[in-house]
């Protein structure tokens, strides 16, 4: 079974513009979890997915955004994009997202903004 | 707010020992908690998990404690390999339904590991 996979595997943008990461969970996983990660601030959450509704939301302003579609494909957008920006932001799986449920990462897309 | 936090940053080890890595959680409300490892360049990958109404789990190689008297968890990797070198982080949940997806990681504890 092919685990979760996560697009582009890097980027670069500039100060101002958008981006639009993609991430396909593992087959029959109907929940996605969006994470950023930096060397400061660690592992954050975002936001979670399940049946195409945001479910769960972490604390980062209105700039990031995601969706989910009905295949549990999920996407994320940053607009207006900040240096602090620049990370590495995983996107992980799981058949349902109950409370007691383990997560499955994907290798993660390397934002790098200039 | 609430945190989960590692104790030792920096973990170096022969090959052959055993490692013990430590973590520390604030949130009493916890009832799930996960040991990531994380190589470069690649996601967390899933080590090992532990429920909170259990003491201790064992897999291959991996052992979690957890005291909930004291909020502490630990990994044990016993016979250590030098592919055993990465990352590792610490994360727990629970709470309910707000905690959909969400995982609070702890800061992580680099292992090396000697030939």
């Known amino acids: 079974k092919a685990g979760v996979t996560q697009t582009p595997r890097y980027l670069i943008k500039t100060r101002g513009q958008q981006v639009t990461l993609s991430c396909s969970p593992i087959?029959?996983?109907?929940?996605v979890s969006w994470y950023q990660q930096t060397p400061g601030q660690g592992l954050q959450f975002l936001f979670e997915y399940f049946s195409e509704t945001q479910r769960n939301k972490g604390n980062f302003p209105g700039r990031f955004s995601g969706r989910q579609f009905s295949n549990s494909r999920s996407e994320m957008n940053v607009s207006t994009l900040e240096l602090g920006d620049s990370a590495l932001y995983l996107c992980?799986?799981?058949?349902?997202?109950?409370?007691?449920?383990?997560?499955?990462f994907g290798s993660g897309t390397q934002l790098s903004v200039l | 707010g609430e945190s989960v936090g590692l104790h030792l940053p920096t973990l170096s080890v022969q090959e052959g020992d055993n490692s013990i890595i430590n973590c520390a959680y604030s949130n009493s409300a916890s009832d799930y908690f996960i040991w990531y490892k994380q190589e470069s360049g690649k996601g967390p990958q899933f080590i090992i998990d532990?429920?909170?109404?259990?003491d201790k789990r064992q897999g291959q190689r991996v052992t979690v404690l957890l005291n909930k008297t004291v909020k502490h968890l630990s990994l044990q990797i016993a016979a250590t390999q030098p592919g055993d070198s990465a990352v590792y982080f610490c994360a727990e949940t629970g709470g309910g339904g707000t905690s959909y997806g969400k995982l609070t990681f702890g800061q992580g504890t680099i292992l090396t590991v000697h030939p």
């Open positions: 992980a799986s799981s058949v349902n997202s109950a409370t007691n449920e383990k997560l499955f």
């Open positions: 532990i429920r909170s109404n259990m």
């Open positions: 087959s029959g996983h109907r929940s």
